[in-house]
């Protein structure tokens, strides 16, 4: 176990629910940063991946007992600059974790929340969850704006000036090296793409009911996540006939992800809830025209452009119409709208950006 840090390195404890392949947090916030930061990261799940022996990993076992002994462990282990932590039961936890520690008004004055979804995105226990983690921790992160203005007064008074907004970004250089040399339609068909949680607030299954009413013999859609519905996706998937037409490909390496995205020639979200869509940022990086539902986040990630076509929610009519337009155009046509969604993914959300300001952050905390 290492104990020393580089000067001016800063030392940083992510407190995450799972080191997995599909992560946020262990991709874009300690992966590109190995050498600029000293990592470590404590799980409420057993990981399941290995992580580079750069990051020091405390896991837990998915029980209450495990994660509060990693997260001691982590603590009197080592010393930590900033500790970060990601979601609403694990960032409570935290704070129940440094009643027992002999540095925890050290410790508390390090911690750092990122706030990754809508209020309304959340469950009630959640909500109810962050009143303390909002009046307690040291700096509350909102992932964009539109997630921050979806709190209730309450929430944001509570938060007070130790808020702030810090949008989500992606690892654009990750998405262009993968998919350099990919290129699309070279089998005659056209293929929709929708990655993320397979769950309600996603809605697929509007996806499902738009591709069926605007499907001709050259159509496929292919989904890419897990998650409660993937039963009932399936399901209905098969009732409809569409089992040679429509993949579940479930969780998948997360550069195959850019790769489905550069191969596909149109990325859908009908999601009804989001933070601030990495899926969406990572589709257009990747060149590949979107059509989105028309929620606060997505179009915090079109900020105003005319290329990217908005459908309502829940509205499987709008989406098939938008898909039928997509189809319909010289595959030259697609070409150039996702070439305009690679420029404004580029020109917005570089990962570079999001470390600057989290850096800048972190030294407050650490001062």
Same mark, same amino acid.
């Given at each position: ?8 390195? +800063? ?14 947090? !262990? ?13 470590? *990261?404590?799980? !409420?799940f057993e990981p399941r ?5 750069? *990051?020091? &990993? %405390?896991? =837990? ?13 982590? %603590? ?15 960032? @409570?936890?935290?704070?129940? =974790?440094? &009643? ?30 962050? +009143?303390?983690? %909002? ?5 509350? /992160? ?13 929430? #944001?008074?509570?938060? $007070?000036?130790?808020?702030?907004? /810090? ?17 699309? $339609? ?11 949680? *397979? ?15 605007? #499907? ?5 859609? &292919? ?13 209905? /998937? ?34 009804? $809830? ?15 025209p979107v059509v989105l ?7 915090? /990630?079109?900020? $105003?452009?005319? %290329? ?11 989406? @098939? ?21 690679? =420029? ?24």
């Open positions: 176990m290492r104990n020393a840090t580089a000067p001016g390195r +800063l030392r940083v404890l992510h407190v995450i629910i799972m080191l997995g392949e599909t992560n946020g947090q !262990y991709n874009e916030h300690c992966l590109p940063l190995l050498e600029a930061r000293d990592l470590s *990261i404590c799980t !409420y991946l290995t992580a580079p022996p750069e *990051i020091d &990993v %405390f896991p =837990g076992d998915g029980t209450l007992r495990g994660f509060s002994r990693a997260l001691r462990d982590a %603590f009197r282990q080592k010393e930590y600059d900033v500790v970060h932590v990601h979601a609403p039961a694990t960032a @409570a936890l935290t704070l129940l =974790g440094l &009643v027992t520690q002999p540095r925890r008004r050290r410790l508390r004055s390090s911690l750092v929340y990122t706030v990754q979804d809508s209020f309304h995105d959340y469950k009630l226990r959640d909500r109810l969850l962050m +009143l303390p983690v %909002f009046a307690s921790y040291r700096r509350i /992160v909102f992932c964009g704006r539109a997630a921050r203005d979806s709190y209730p007064a309450l929430w #944001r008074r509570i938060a $007070g000036g130790r808020s702030r907004v /810090v949008p989500n970004a992606a690892d654009l250089g990750r998405v262009e090296r993968a998919t350099a040399n990919t290129s699309r $339609g070279a089998n005659g068909s056209f293929e929709i793409i929708s990655v993320g949680r *397979i769950e309600p607030v996603k809605d697929p299954l509007t996806v499902l009911t738009a591709f069926q009413a605007s #499907r001709d013999e050259r159509s496929r859609l &292919v989904f890419v996540g897990a998650g409660s519905l993937e039963r009932d996706l399936s399901a209905a /998937v098969h009732a409809a006939g569409l089992d040679d037409e429509v993949e579940l490909a479930g969780l998948i390496p997360r550069d195959d992800v850019f790769v489905r995205c550069a191969h596909a020639d149109l990325f859908v979200s009908a999601s009804r $809830g989001e933070g601030l869509p990495v899926a969406v940022i990572e589709a257009m990086a990747s060149g590949c539902s028309d929620i606060p986040p997505h179009r915090e /990630v079109v900020d $105003g452009a005319d %290329f990217v076509p908005f459908v309502p929610e829940r509205d499987p009519e709008a989406l @098939a119409r938008e898909i039928e337009r997509f189809r319909a155009m010289p595959p030259h046509e697609r070409r150039a709208v996702g070439e305009r969604c690679r =420029g404004l993914a580029n020109s917005r959300f570089a990962l570079e950006t999001m470390h600057a300001r989290l850096e800048d952050l972190y030294r407050e905390v650490a001062a």
